[in-house]
């Protein structure tokens, strides 16, 4: 019988979600001789003119990571979709934007004006910009169009399933692999982790007041982090309240924050205004004064509420709006 075939594509991301399959360590090998993987472009040499020629829906399930940002990425995904039964948005980026995201905060002109023109490291004095059309020698040569806006997955094609994280852990990614080679999967367009908020697990429930009082945000860098108690106690923001459990709370175990990494649970619409609604109740005065002198140690609000999902947001909606028509 022939073994399942498995496609992983990577769009707009740092990469991570790619190390994560090979973090799996020798249990991948137990997924290699399970299925039959036809593309993985950032281990393996495969064309793109193979995956054209295969029939459509011949390939069980593509993972594709990261965000789209380039009219390339947007044709595989659109490619993998046609070919693919399952399409699973792999990982932060692919789910919600991530933080290439963030970009949709600036425009195309002002990203490319510092990464060619302004910047201090660039020797630049004929001010040539990347185009997707250039004649060089009597060759014409193309570049794939650097879009305005960065799209999550689902923005551009349907989307299956869900795996959540940056990047999703070894453990989420065994158990998707083994529900989808054993046909267990949830109902379509589910997250595949637990649906429930990080603060649920947290081992620092238990020293968190029954009424927590902030008084002055407060940065890392700012005080000795006390490895028990909670973070917002402490007056350091912490994703977890608005963030879906799932992670192993890698980061909490690390004495750090939660960031936000796996976006909401599924009864949130807007991860970074969940979070802005839990500091409210939570900081102390009520005067627009007092409040102003709470958040001063507050930096890069947009990053550190949309750090993972500004694509998924309220705020991120109206930029996809007939930009890249």
Known sequence: MAKPKVAFYWCASCGGC?????????????????????????????????????????IAVSFINGAVRTEEQKKIAELLRKKSGLVVAFGSCSSLGGIPALANLTSKKKIFDRS???SPTVVNPDGVVPKTRSIVDG????????????????????????LPGCPPTPDLI??????????????????LSPDKSLCNSCDRNESKPEDVIISEIKRVIDIELDPEKCFLAQGIICMGPATRDGCGASCINGNMPCTGCFGPTDSCRDQGAKMIGTLGAILEGEEEEAIDKVIGGAVDLAGTFYRYGLSASLLGSARKEGKDE
């Open 18 to 58: 790619e190390e994560a399959v090979v973090d799996l360590a020798e249990n991948i090998l137990d997924v290699v001789a399970a299925v039959d993987i036809i593309l993985w472009p950032v281990a393996l040499d495969f064309k793109y003119k193979d995956i054209k020629a295969m029939e459509d829906g011949s």
């Open 116 to 118: 060619y023109l302004n």
């Open 139 to 162: 060759y014409e040569l193309t570049l794939p169009e650097f879009y305005e806006t960065v799209y999550k997955l689902d923005d551009v094609i349907d989307v299956d399933y869900y």
């Open 174 to 191: 065994a158990n998707a692999v083994n529900a989808i080679l054993e046909g267990k999967l949830p109902p379509k367009g589910a997250i």
